[in-house]
């Protein structure tokens, strides 16, 4: 067994199971010995001793003096008026110490509401009426957990039922009205438009193909498995607010805070600890934070408030919920042409999307995927509904998932239509050239699609399946073989077109390398699992030689981390991840100074050799980065600045388009309808590769992601808006028995802008899979006629339409 | 709400304390005891990330009562390395890459640690099914999987070399 202390050992220089026949695309490259553990290594993750030992720290585990608890009191309707709220019997109870209601919060300077970050406004507490089911209606503070959670049925509302409304098309008719508060009794929120109409129309009227789908992105929930949460710490005497809280951009909520409080911004300190999951979720600003930071502020003690998982599920923000009608036109010669896409986002009871605010449905264009076509017209819509507001990520950047979802589907139902097999239907139309400017606007930075598509053909054996299909179809046995060659766009984003409420989308990294040789260094994103106080380090051990194990990466503390706009929609690497390696090369130039200074010599004679600067020619007269690093406190040149430390704040010139092509098979029991997934081969460009193993783990997970909403989630609300889906017993995540065994590779294009050459690769999987495993359950199908099966494709619907078509047991 | 003293040990440490009747398991271990690897993730039985041992079986704590431990041996994520060296399990997640965000972990490992003790020599479908009952949202179980699997070839070869370091507390 290995010693607790013997942490840092065991790096396989490559990765296991790399291809036999591995040509320039595929292999990663490495630069640095396993001793200094820079990019391309399996370097074993530095958090994660903590974790399998049980010492990890997230929000429920931070336990103050004389804290208190909060619950909440949330709404049995999705639309009713208040008539009154009785809380005189929970104020009774031993140990109760606050009830706040929606007059409390309008008291203390017009609390009760909030903004979105889509600059709509969004109830903290109601005063008047609610708008959606489990709306937080009000909050109780006790003593103990158990208290607070006996005391919120101690509190009597009285409602009046107002009629709801729960289907975006009801509600485009403005029969019920959502949002009375607003001067525009409409549920109308914005239209947008991207792309050239009339170029559009007129390559479908000329089109000799045209092919329609209507389809619908269900609603679906993160399901991080640590809940929300949060303990406030507000200390009256030093006026100081101090906030753990699980939030995937702790440094725009500390503004967000500011702004929405009045409180100071210095006298706000947000951490986020350890967080179990984010996705997207742990992004909005929850109605329960700010009850809970008042609660802290009234009684001037720490409170804590944790979501339970109904709570979660019901409330927070949901991810998808799009409502699309699609058309792709193709030439004579099964060209495609162009996409005319006309789209209606359910927003919920606010426009509460985590998206860049001039972005209403977020990058949403990039829907024309890995295809050159002549023109496209994309057009959507928001509707208010009295369902919970939100349209977060759910592991995907800002809407890309709906996108690729239409592009794949309607892609497979051309090639059907054509009847072309969709493998030589994508390759014909792939986009070739790069940089690319798409129809609607975006500038692909770089692309190898055919390449990716070959290696996943070829790892699944293609040919080979369709001959097997083939012999079982005959047999009357259902199998489908399902392909996705998507394109994502991630990493927003340059400062020109990204900011979130105003604040631009750079992101940050300061880094302080100590006189020993070690270094801390600190981001402005914040890790939900994603490994970064590893890969951070192997990306400052790859510019500067530091070994990866002597750089301490943080994030998370608003008090000591530069100022990020955090991490969600792949944007890490991309951001901050170079501005690791700018401010790293910041300090290189430093270091080549001093260098040149020791050794006596110009700065023009020095070269770099993974670790040191040595003389040109004479490699044995060099100064390491440690010796480097020892001189800047003890024995720097005169007339330069002591230390050695730089920051960085990144502002990227694009975004980074990592792409990939899954291919999926699946097998379907005639008597059952379910759907098993027997082999899903995943090939991914990430660019550059900072750690293999993470890189495998970001997508298997991503996989199982998408594997989830093709066959299995959906939150589902009955007519009166109640959802029905608030457990997990409801609502169905994945376990290890419906999750296949991921067969991963890749291939590698770097990205030209990026410093690093890398892309992101989080949330690609999710992005990529959905439409790989409906169009194998499609093509299983369609010689019964089946066309189109709508998400989640439960074994009911395949059941029925097994039934509707003749096909028995 | 009535209260009653309870005498238990956890990870060989006996306690007595007295709780109420209603108090959860996993509140007991967590805000008593301060053993905060044990996690909730949805209070319904469903998620597992509150697995611990009770008397070697692996229980989901948030729908167990405090009081119906008492008198039993739990074993909780805290107790599962010894003397400073790690658990095959431990070694295997770690070295595997079994963990992302880490939430699930401490559930996934104590699920793990009752299959290898009833089947040290599981198959592939065996881990997926003896871990079924623990939800992760990050890994894809691919690497859970590996990580179970690394932990079962570690545990055989170290019986055989060391004559049995029982991995039982």
Known sequence: MSHLDDRFEHHTPKPEGASAKVDLVDEVQIKTPPEICGMGHRMKRKEDPRFIQGKGNYVDDVKLPGMLYMDIVRSPYAHARIVSIDDSEALATEGVVAVIKGQDLEAAGGLHWMPTLMSDTQMVLPIDKVVYYAQEVCAVVATDRYI???????????????????????????????????????????????????????????????????????????????????????????????????????????????????????????????????????????????????????????????????????????????????????????????LRVKTLSDCGAADAAANPSKF??????????????????????????????????????????????????????????????????????????????????????SGNYEAALDKAMETIGYAELRREQAEKRARGELMGIGISSFTEVVGAGPSRDYDILGIKMFDSAEIRIHPTGKAIARFG??????????????????????????VQ???????????????????????????????????????????????????????????????????????????????????????????????????????????????????????????????????????????????????????????????????????????????????????????????????????????????GIGESPTVGAPPAIVNAVVDALSHLGVKHIEIPITPEKVWKLLREAGVTD | MSKHTITLTVNGNEFTREVESRTLLVHFVREDLDLTGTHIGCDTTSCGACTLLVNGRAIKSCTMFAVQANGAAVETIEGVAQNGDLHPLQEGFWEKHGLQCGYCTPGMIMSAKQLLEQNPNPTEEEIRWGISGNLCRCTGYNKIVEAIQYAAAKAREGQTEAGGEEASS
């Not at chain 1, 003890?634 to 502002?651: F, I, Q, R, S, W």
């Open chain 1, 525 to 550: 994103t914040k890790s939900q699992g994603q490994g970064h106080e590893t890969t951070y380090a192997q990306i400052i051990a790859e510019e500067l030689g530091l070994p990866a194990a002597d």
């Open chain 1, 148 to 338: 607070a959670a006996d005391a919120i049925e101690k509190i009597f509302v009285e409602y009046e039922p107002l009629e709801p409304v729960v289907d975006p098309h009801e509600a485009m008719k403005d029969k019920v009205i959502v949002r009375e508060d607003k001067e525009q009794k409409t549920n109308h929120i914005w239209h947008w438009e991207a792309g050239d109409k009339e170029a559009t129309d007129r390559v479908f009227s000329e089109a000799a193909h045209v092919v329609e789908q209507t389809m619908h992105i269900p609603r679906l929930h993160v399901s991080s498995i640590e809940t929300c949460g949060m303990v406030a710490n507000y200390n009256k005497a030093t006026e100081h607010m101090q906030i753990y809280m699980t939030s995937q951009a702790p440094h725009a909520h500390r503004t967000v805070f500011a702004l929405v409080s009045g409180l100071p911004e210095h006298k706000i300190q947000i951490i986020s600890p350890d967080i179990g999951g984010g996705f997207g979720g742990k992004v909005p600003v929850y109605p329960g934070y700010v009850c809970c930071a008042v609660a802290s502020l009234v009684t001037g003690k720490p409170v804590k408030w944790i979501e339970d998982r109904s709570e979660n599920l019901q409330a927070d923000s949901f991810a998808r919920d799009y409502h699309i009608t699609a058309e792709m036109a193709a030439d004579a010669d099964g060209m495609i042409t162009g």
């Open chain 1, 360 to 445: 209403p449905a977020g990058l949403y264009s990039i829907c024309t995927g890995s295809y050159d076509m002549q023109a496209a017209h994309i057009e959507v819509d928001g509707v208010y509904t009295t369902k919970p507001p939100g349209g977060v990520a759910y592991r995907c950047s800002f809407r890309v998932t709906e996108a690729v979802h239409m592009i794949e589907r309607v892609t497979d139902i051309m090639a059907a239509e054509l009847g072309q097999d969709p493998a030589e239907l994508r390759r014909k139309n792939f986009i070739r050239e790069f940089p690319y400017k798409s129809p609607t606007g975006w500038e692909y930075d």
């Open chain 1, 553 to 759: 990466v943080e994030e998370g503390d608003t008090d000591t981390a530069p100022y990020g706009l955090g991490t969600y929609a792949s944007r890490s690497t991309p951001t901050a991840g170079a501005a690791g390696a700018m401010a790293a090369r910041k300090i290189k130039a430093k270091a080549k100074k001093i260098a040149a200074y020791l050794l006596e010599v110009g700065e023009d004679d020095l070269e770099w050799n993974v670790d040191r600067f040595q003389v040109k020619g004479s490699p044995e007269q060099a100064k390491t980065i440690q010796d480097i690093a020892f001189a800047a406190y003890t024995n720097h040149p005169p007339g330069m600045e002591a230390g050695l430390e730089a920051t960085d704040y990144y502002d990227p010139p694009n975004l980074t388009f990592p792409f990939g092509t899954y291919i999926c098979v699946v097998d379907i029991d005639k008597g059952t309808g379910e759907v098993k997934v027997r082999r899903f081969v995943a090939i991914d460009d990430c660019g550059h590769i900072i750690n293999p193993m993470v890189v495998e783990g970001q997508v298997h997970g991503g996989l199982t992601m998408g594997l989830a909403p093709a066959l299995f989630e959906e939150i589902v609300y009955d007519e009166n808006g109640q959802n029905l889906s608030g457990t997990f017993a409801d609502y169905l995540l994945p376990t290890a028995v419906e999750s296949p065994k991921w067969e991963t590779g890749h291939t590698i294009t770097p990205s030209p802008h990026h410093p690093l050459g890398a892309k």
